[in-house]
């Protein structure tokens, strides 16, 4: 998981998928951007894949682009709901050797919330609704079942796992204690605002939005909520094939299924419960999940990758 040396640029953090780099403002390349655009951030998407707090080998070829791709897009179908951080995804600012896979974007004070908003019941929310017929709190009709459509999308924040860690799904209030009721509410609303939005614009493709999860932070410049991560990416969105809906069952997806799907199979002979690492993912596995990704692109941007 070593991230590349890149000119004009530190790196300070590396995630499960991305790599964090800050101007280096001894190098000329990384004063100029310092100078230009003041406190940033390079953001890089690897190809890194993991699934049940693993890390896996190998990657997924073209992973880091396709979020990258992503995010860069909708970002600019939300431009008029909610700013971003982004700076810019172009040389000279991005390194040649990262380029078409790295933003970069302003420094936010984040908030220590994931901010997740639900239209269909899958997932944790799942497994929730089923001990409880709520989901953080929110009480949901009698009789739904894995991929119903909920009678409208809920707002389920989340608590900010450390690496290799769980986040924990929270009810509103607790947002309230950490930040306030104005500021909870305004998530809230700018979360569920986003999904509406996303939702529109995929289900226009052929594409269900499931489910979301978005991070925002106060830009310390503009002194504004701001959008940050990435958005609307298979990484951080539940994405199904309309066509394919039926409640009541998993649905196919967009995303690294075949890798979970692989891992818990006795193909893998992986124990996930043990202290062992998962073996090494198969070709077919890897060939399948980057289809799965480039399809994702294509369908909701009308746009191929290009290889």
Not at 14 to 22: E, F, H, I, Q, T
Request: aromatic letters at 6%.
């Amino acid at each position: 998981m070593t991230a590349p040396a890149l000119p004009g640029w530190t790196h300070t953090y590396s995630g499960k998928v991305r790599d964090l780099y800050v101007p280096d403002t001894t190098q000329e390349a990384g004063a100029a951007v310092a100078e230009a655009h003041g406190d940033v951030v390079l953001v890089v998407a690897s190809d890194r894949v993991s699934a049940y707090d693993h890390v896996l080998e190998p990657g997924i070829p073209g992973k880091g682009a396709v979020l990258t791709r992503l995010s860069l897009w909708w970002f600019d179908q939300l431009a008029d709901l909610v700013p971003n951080h982004v700076v810019s995804a172009d040389a000279p600012e991005v390194p040649e050797a990262v380029l078409g896979r790295a933003m970069v974007c302003r420094r936010l004070e984040m908030f220590p919330v994931e901010c997740v908003a639900r239209g269909y019941l899958t997932g944790s929310g799942l497994a929730e609704y089923r001990e409880s017929g709520s989901v953080t709190g929110i009480a949901l009709p009698d009789g739904l079942v894995d991929g119903s459509r909920l009678p409208e999308p809920i707002f389920t924040p989340a608590t900010k796992a450390e690496l290799g860690e769980h986040d924990e799904n929270v009810p509103l209030e607790h947002v309230v204690a950490l930040l306030g009721r104005e500021r909870a509410e305004q998530l809230r609303d700018l979360t569920l605002a986003v999904y509406a939005r996303a939702e529109a614009v995929a289900r226009d493709r052929g594409v269900i939005l499931a489910d979301t999860k978005l991070e925002f932070g106060i830009d310390p410049t503009t002194g504004e909520v701001t959008l940050g991560d990435e958005v609307l990416t298979p990484d951080s969105s539940r994405f199904w094939p309309a066509d394919g809906w039926e409640p009541g069952r998993a649905q196919p997806s967009f995303d690294k299924q075949f890798v979970r799907d692989w891992l818990t199979s006795p193909a893998s002979g992986w124990d996930r419960a043990g202290d062992v690492a998962p073996p090494a993912l198969p070709a077919d596995v890897v060939a399948r999940t980057q289809d799965r990704y480039r399809e994702a692109l294509e369908r909701l941007t009308g746009a191929p990758l290009g290889r």
